[in-house]
């Protein structure tokens, strides 16, 4: 499972540098010249570096170690405490890749084409290995902040966020598909 995480993990950060079309996540920065999407990219890739290739390498040289520790902490731990100010900032990029993991998992599940006997089920199941794999994410944003005891906290309450995300993406399912359950 946790090969699963890491492999989730990487394909959302991968993804974050992939994207050239930021319409489709901002779609207010369609307002914004060229100059500044260019700016902004820019800035994206700027951050991919400096936060996302030394997280892969984190993440990874983790998993190979094969330890008794949960990767997502080990991983979390090994991040550098930045500065004051910036730590802010490196927890909003954190909680904008758990967003975009979040993110991603819908993507998927509405392209794969499914029997609708089995859709809503599959959506779940689909939807709490996202929230699941995605607390890698959620552990960095709250570890680039503080370290000590809030860490822990939020580990230890990790399944419940799980399942509040599950009955989320489940209420907003039953809104925009109510034909599925009829």
């Known amino acids: 499972m946790e090969f699963l995480g890491c492999l ?9 540098l992939l994207s050239r079309d930021l319409i489709v996540y901002a779609p207010q920065l369609s307002r914004l010249g060229e100059r500044w999407m260019v700016v902004i990219r820019w800035t994206l890739v700027a951050m991919w570096v400096l ?11 983790s998993w190979l170690q094969q330890g008794t520790h949960e990767i997502a902490l080990h991983v979390a731990a090994l991040q550098p405490l930045r500065h004051p100010i910036l730590r802010p900032l490196a927890a909003v990029w954190w909680l904008g890749h758990f967003a975009l993991a979040l993110l991603f998992g819908l993507i998927l599940e509405n392209g794969i084409p499914m029997d609708p006997r089995i859709a809503f089920t599959t959506f779940l199941f689909f939807l709490f290995c996202c929230a699941y794999a995605s607390n890698i994410f959620l552990i960095h944003a709250v570890t680039a902040l503080t370290r000590g005891p809030a860490a822990q906290r939020v580990w230890n309450w990790r399944g419940i966020y799980d399942l ?19």
């Open 8 to 16: 989730w993990a990487t394909m959302v950060a991968v993804l974050v």
């Open 164 to 182: 509040g995300i599950v009955v989320a993406g489940l209420v907003w399912r039953l809104n925009s598909h109510p034909i599925l359950f009829k």
């Open 51 to 61: 936060l996302d290739v030394p997280f892969l390498i984190r993440l990874w040289r």
